[in-house]
């Protein structure tokens, strides 16, 4: 069974940094682009990094460029995403989304696979 | 426009068919999907390119499109189909899951 498991949230004061990871398991991980997707409380999904099979592509939701950077490891099958200048409105449970590459699946741009989550909290 | 439009609840009784709609632009040039999500689990892809099933997931559950327009439909409805529903596509790339509804709460009266 395929397995993602976050570690790094916590919580920081605004204006600090975390850093996020991912490490998968039960899968080829250089089949699958990875992501994050966020769920502020009581909140909706919010897509906020994606990241490439081979990392050469990245992509970020306009109100995290500058402030995030996303990259991974293969031979550690893993990803991470680096969180600066961070904000109240970036209090969420950030999870780890594997997405198979076109080359090996049907589903398209669909979130297979996904973690439990690891939370952040922003607050003074 | 970027966002995706869902109603926020829709209520059904038992047996009855539920259908929640997704509405934006994106839709009429990518792919629609949809995830279930109970209260403390993590989302569960049901539906992907706009009709198509997971395996593992029930017949009951079908996509269909139209324009920019994708729509849920499940019939039979059970009480263990109360969660919360999420609409997705992606960016004009197509690569990147760019694009979340904001969630319709389906309750089973």
């Known amino acids: 069974e395929v397995q993602l498991v976050e570690s790094g949230g916590g919580v920081v004061r605004p204006g600090g940094s975390l850093r996020l990871s991912c490490v998968g398991s039960q899968f080829r991980f250089e089949d699958y682009g990875m992501n994050w997707v966020r769920q502020g409380p009581g909140k909706g999904l919010e897509w906020v990094a994606g990241?490439?099979?081979?990392?050469?592509?990245?992509d970020y939701r306009d109100s995290v460029k500058g402030r995030f950077t996303i990259s991974r490891d293969n031979a550690e099958n893993s990803v991470h995403m680096e969180m600066n200048s961070l904000r109240a409105e970036d209090t969420a449970l950030y999870y780890c989304v594997a997405i198979p590459r076109p080359s090996v699946t049907v589903l398209g741009v669909a979130c297979k696979h996904w973690g439990q989550g690891t939370l952040v909290t922003v607050a003074s | 426009s970027d966002e995706l439009t869902q109603p926020p609840s829709v209520s059904v009784s038992p047996g009855q068919t539920a259908r929640i709609s997704c509405s934006g632009d994106a839709l009429s040039k990518q792919y629609g999907y949809w995830y279930q999500q109970k209260p403390g689990q993590a989302p569960v892809l049901v539906i992907y390119?706009?009709?198509k099933r997971p395996s593992g997931i029930p017949e009951r559950m079908s996509g269909s499109s139209s324009g920019t327009t994708v729509t849920l439909s499940i019939s039979g409805v059970q009480a263990e189909d109360e969660a919360d529903y999420y609409c997705q596509s992606t960016d004009d790339s197509g690569s990147f899951p760019a694009f979340f509804g904001g969630g319709t709460r389906l309750t089973v009266l």
């Open positions: 390119k706009d009709n």
């Open positions: 990241i490439n099979w081979n990392g050469e592509r990245t």
